[in-house]
């Protein structure tokens, strides 16, 4: 898929994470971003994370941090040796790490900073 169907797909995915619509949110980043689809999908909820503390909705805000953390995990799982696995466990829990400074909230249990 080229530059510009990609981008029209991840701004789709946006609209549809404003819309609550976020199974179909997924799965048009899956469809078209599947080389990438656990660090975009966990950067949606990252951005309804921020967009939902700005609003004032913490609960929404949390359960959102909650997701993107969960896709981090996805992403780390991914991997298919020793060094790689290594290395995306210690992406996964710098981001979770960053995510949770940014919400307020403890870190998953499966981080170790």
């Not at 080229?2 to 819309?19: I, S, V």
């Not at 298919?80 to 696995?85: Q, R, V």
Request: aromatic share 10%.
């Amino acid at each position: 898929m080229n530059y510009p169907a990609r981008e029209a797909a991840w701004k789709q995915a946006q609209d549809l994470e404003r819309q609550g619509r976020f199974k179909e949110a997924e799965s048009l980043i899956q469809q078209t971003m599947p080389e990438g689809v656990c660090q975009q999908t966990a950067h949606l909820y990252e951005l309804r994370m921020q967009r939902l503390l700005s609003e004032g909705d913490r609960p929404g805000a949390i359960k959102a941090y909650q997701l993107a953390c969960e896709w981090w995990w996805s992403y780390a799982s991914g991997a298919t040796s020793g060094g790689e696995g290594m290395a995306r466990s210690y992406e996964r829990n710098q981001e979770a790490l960053r995510l949770a400074k940014i919400i307020g909230e403890r870190p998953p249990d499966w981080v170790n900073d």
